[in-house]
Structure formats: C-alpha cells, structure tokens
C-alpha cells in the first residue's frame, strides 16, 4: 500500500456515502442499499468497486442525467419461478437486490429462481448478490453485462463488458466459496486504481488497434472511451493460453444479460449517441438454488468445505507457503481491514472532497 493512504474506519465512510447518495436524489433507504454494496467491496479489499466508483460511476452520472437517483422498479413479465424487470436506468444496486430477493423467495417456494433485468446501471460488485442468496442457504449466481471492453480472440476491437460470471455456495467454514470475477484478465475499475496511483499496468491486459500491449492506464481509459484500446479476456490474447474461453464465457453473460429480457448489448452499452452521453442499459441476471431442494443444508456445507481444505491442503509449487480458495483472500483483508477502514489515496480523497463541499455536506474532516 503506498505511503500517502488515509485510512477512514468504516462507518464514517458508509455515513459519507448515504449522505452523497441522498444529495444527489437518492431516497434515504435506497442510499442505504447503494452504500452497503459499495462498503462491503472495500470490506473485502475489492477496491476497484468500492468507494472509488462513488464518484465517476454513480455521483457524476447522476448528475450527468444518464442515471436516475429515484429507482422505478418495474416487473414486466413473471411466472412461478422467473422474472423479468425493467429498471428503467435507476439505482443498480436498487434494482439488483430487489431482483435477487425475488429469486430467493420464489427458490424457497419451488426450489429455483430467476430474474433477469434490463435498463440498469452499475451494481457494484456481484458477489454481494450471490452472497445474499449464500445467507438465505442457497447457491447464489449472477452475472451483468457492461459497456464495451474485450475483444473477441483474434480481434482488436472493444465488444463485450468485462461480463463478470458469479457463483456463491454456503461452506462449514467462517467464510462461504465465492467465485466474483470478470471474464477479462483485469476490468476498468483496477485499470482506475492504476491510474489514480499513477502505476503502469502489467503487459497482456490491453492491446491496441494493432494488437500491441498497452500499459499507461491514462491513455487506456481514454482508448477505451475511444474505441482504440481493448481488454484482453481471460486467457489473453490468442489461443495460446485459452484466451478463447474467457472470451466465450464472456459472450455467455452478453446473451443471459440481453436475450432473455429484451435488453441492450455490446456496442448498444457505449453510453453515447451521436456524441452525446445517454443511459448504459445495462442488463443482469440473478438465479437462487434452494440447496435443500437436493440435499440438507449441512451435508452440503461440509462437502464443500472438504473440497476447500483438501484443496488448501494440496501440494504446493516451490516458493509457495499457501494455496487459497475463492472467497479466502477476501476474508483475509476484512480480517485486517476491520479495525482500520478504508484506504483512501490521495486522487481518491480529492474525490471525496470535492462530492463533501459541492453538497455542503457537515461532520467529515477527510
């Protein structure tokens, strides 16, 4: 962590957050649910979805007029097990946690559950969506697509989102299996954290129009917004390395994301029309998988957890003392970050500054 950071403890900044959401038209107990997505990702050192995206992603937008701060959440179609809702491009963390509550409610009713939505926005980080059907003792899974980033293998130009796939699963453990990632080797929000740092990004993230790597996080932001610069999927360029599946699975997500709701997709999620900015549209989906349906609740999660300590367990390479599970790395930092908070550098803390004085907000001395 680099010298400058300010570490603010996380109630203030979970306060500061409600009271930014609600300076900008948020209803109080909506600012609540766009606030606790946003501090859990910090919680669990996700920096890159945290409160670094208060600002550009939702505070900026907002005002932008290409999000709305009142949600209109809108059922469309439903049936026993399924849904599809229109979010009308209000609050994503609004519309997505209401949508993953109707996959867990009907998944308790009939075993599975799933809702897909259209014209969203941003909704943080997707594991708190999976981690809520976890809670409610079910398999939680959730995907979203996102404005253009990857290229398909063999190609240099931007067309899928970052298209994170998702999956939660209830362990025996103090922390449950958590699988949240994109479908590209890195996403914008990590390029940010770069540039806010002022570090250069590692070689095999991003090419450009030639096919070049890129690894000035600046100019990519702005390549990216351009067109002239793409992320590489999963796997990296090529074939080589399976770059091919990362992009597959990517394009999994476009279509769950898009077809079955009737939504936007790909080049359709730039956010700008004839030069001007306009909502994302952005689409998501949510399925609940009542574990009970298949199994008792505690034989799965000691099977899993078996899984998991076998695995840790494994032989190691040399030069390696530990082998993790998706879910451990995330737990290990809320065991240190707790009592410290989140770490603001400093373009971040301008950030908050500048948010704190436009809206006159009282009571926070970043």
């Known amino acids: ?209 030639e096919g070049n790597y890129q690894t000035d996080p600046h100019k990519v932001l702005q390549d990216l917004v351009k067109g002239t610069a793409a992320l590489t999927p999963l796997g990296g360029a090529g074939e080589e390395l399976g770059g091919y599946k990362g992009y597959g699975y990517a394009t999994v997500v476009e279509i769950l994301s898009a077809a079955l709701q009737g939504g936007s997709f790909l080049k359709m999620l730039l956010g700008f029309e004839n030069g001007k900015k306009v909502p994302y549209r952005l689409g998501h989906f949510f399925i609940a998988i009542d574990i009970s349906a298949f199994t008792e609740l505690d034989d799965f999660k000691n099977t899993t957890g078996d899984i998991l300590r076998t695995l840790r367990n494994s032989k190691k390479a040399k030069g390696q003392d530990r082998i993790y599970t998706p879910g451990e790395k995330e737990y290990d930092t809320w065991l240190y970050r707790k009592d410290k908070g989140v770490p603001v550098n400093q373009e971040l803390l301008k950030d908050l500054i500048a948010m704190r004085d436009e809206l006159g907000l009282e009571g926070y001395e970043f």
């Open 1 to 209: 962590m680099e010298k400058d950071v300010k570490w603010i403890d996380f109630n203030t900044m979970e306060r500061f957050m409600i009271d930014v959401f609600k300076g900008v038209g948020v209803p109080e107990e909506e600012a609540k649910i766009c606030a606790d997505v946003l501090i859990e990702a910090d919680k669990q050192g996700i920096d890159s979805h945290g409160t670094n995206r208060l600002k550009p992603i939702y505070y900026d937008r907002i005002n932008d007029g290409i999000q709305f701060a009142k949600t209109n959440f809108e059922i469309v179609k439903e049936g026993p097990t399924t849904a599809v809702v229109d979010g009308h491009n209000g609050m994503g963390m609004v519309i997505s946690k209401r949508s993953m509550e109707m996959a867990i409610e009907k998944a308790k009713k009939y075993g599975m559950g799933m809702v897909a939505v259209r014209n969203s926005t941003h909704y943080g980080i997707a594991g708190y969506y999976a981690k809520m059907a976890v809670d409610a003792g079910m398999i939680g899974i959730t995907g979203t697509n996102a404005r253009p980033s990857i290229a398909p293998t063999f190609g240099v130009e931007n067309m899928l989102g970052t298209n994170p796939l998702t999956f939660g699963m209830p362990t025996d453990e103090d922390f449950p299996f958590m699988l949240d990632c994109a479908t590209s080797i890195t996403q914008r929000g990590k390029i940010e954290v770069y540039d806010k740092i002022g570090k250069e990004m590692p070689e095999g993230w991003v090419i450009d129009e």
